[in-house]
């Protein structure tokens, strides 16, 4: 049985489903390898245009297996370097492909959201819980540290940093309810609407310019790390020209503007 599986739910709509439910989606070796795969394999895919990352059963993913020699090595790395470094960088190559493929990427939040499963959730473009989602930096409920996989990078730019302090330190829940408050999801709504409600936005955003979706993303990750405003709208401006000379878009969008119609863009 494989620990991930891809299938297309709409057109142009690609859904990465962590499943192993019996371990709520633990990052075994073999969960995670065939993940970066897959995140990768669906990148180069011409077809996908938005693509939905999410959890079999109850949970979106337990964190580090706690069961997995390969995982339990990160917490013994002393003797066991080799492999608790070949552990790591497997999770690191997987927020890694997150970011780097060039479609955005929704993590349909189904239920717990633990430890380097928080940094997974956290790693997504956008996130769209159901109601049983929660989460928990549970590095420090584990006697490390909770600043793992990009967490201390991502929580502080999405919630502000006295609530990521807060949240990291105490390794509370994070209910689904007071995620959507403080900005850690987009919203929230019932398990069974969950994977309807991620594809309708991912149908929507479908409908965009192919380019002008993945330089959107692009910029959006490198707005967070953009050392100012100034050098930042130099890096917009050029992307912007890059999309206007190389496609058709826009003399569509006007077209389409003058027709009263929606455009259909090409590129
Ligand atoms: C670099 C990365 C570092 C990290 O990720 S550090 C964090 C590591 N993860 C954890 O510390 C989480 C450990 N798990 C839990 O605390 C709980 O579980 C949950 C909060 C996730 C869920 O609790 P509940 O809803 O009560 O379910 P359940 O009965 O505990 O779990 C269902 C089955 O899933 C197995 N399981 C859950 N998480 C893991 C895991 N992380 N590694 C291995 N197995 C896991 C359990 O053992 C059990 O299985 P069975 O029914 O056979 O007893």
């Known amino acids: 049985m494989s620990f991930i599986q891809v299938d297309k739910p709409r057109p142009h709509v690609t859904r990465?489903?962590?499943?192993?439910?019996?371990r709520m989606n633990a990052m075994a070796f073999d969960v995670m390898v065939p993940l970066k795969e897959?995140?990768?394999?669906?990148?180069?895919?011409?077809?996908t245009r938005v693509v939905i990352l999410t959890g079999a059963g109850e949970g979106f993913c337990?964190?580090?297996d706690l069961e997995d020699p390969g995982?339990?090595?990160i917490f013994d790395g002393l003797t066991m370097p080799g492999i608790a470094r070949r552990a790591m960088r497997v999770l690191d190559d997987v927020i890694k492909a997150i970011h780097d493929m060039p479609q955005p990427v929704i993590g349909a939040i189904n239920g717990a959201a633990i430890g380097g499963g928080f940094c997974l959730a956290m790693a997504t473009d956008i996130r769209i819980a159901s109601e049983r989602a929660y989460f928990r930096a549970a590095g420090i409920n584990n006697g490390l540290t909770a600043a793992e996989l990009g967490l201390s990078y991502?929580?502080?730019r999405a919630i502000g940093s006295s609530r990521a302090f807060e949240i990291m330190l105490s390794g509370r829940d994070v209910s689904a309810e007071e995620a959507d408050r403080i900005g850690?999801?987009?919203r929230v709504v019932s398990p069974e609407a969950l994977l309807d409600e991620c594809c309708q936005l991912a149908e929507r955003i479908s409908g965009f310019s192919q380019l002008g979706v993945e330089?959107?993303?692009q910029l959006m990750w490198a707005g967070l790390e953009a050392g100012s405003q100034q050098s930042h709208m130099h890096y917009e401006g050029h992307a912007q020209l890059f999309v206007r000379m190389t496609t058709q878009n826009f003399e569509e969008a006007i077209k389409a503007r003058k027709d009263k119609r929606s455009p259909v863009f090409k590129d």
Not at 16 to 22: A, D, S, V, Y
Not at 38 to 47: Q, S
Request: proline share 6%; no cysteine.
């Open 62 to 64: 337990s964190g580090a």
């Open 38 to 47: 897959a995140l990768e394999e669906v990148g180069f895919d011409n077809d």
């Open 215 to 217: 330089m959107t993303k």
């Open 184 to 186: 850690l999801v987009s």
């Open 154 to 156: 991502m929580l502080p």
């Open 71 to 73: 995982y339990l090595s």
């Open 16 to 22: 990465i489903t962590l499943n192993r439910p019996e």
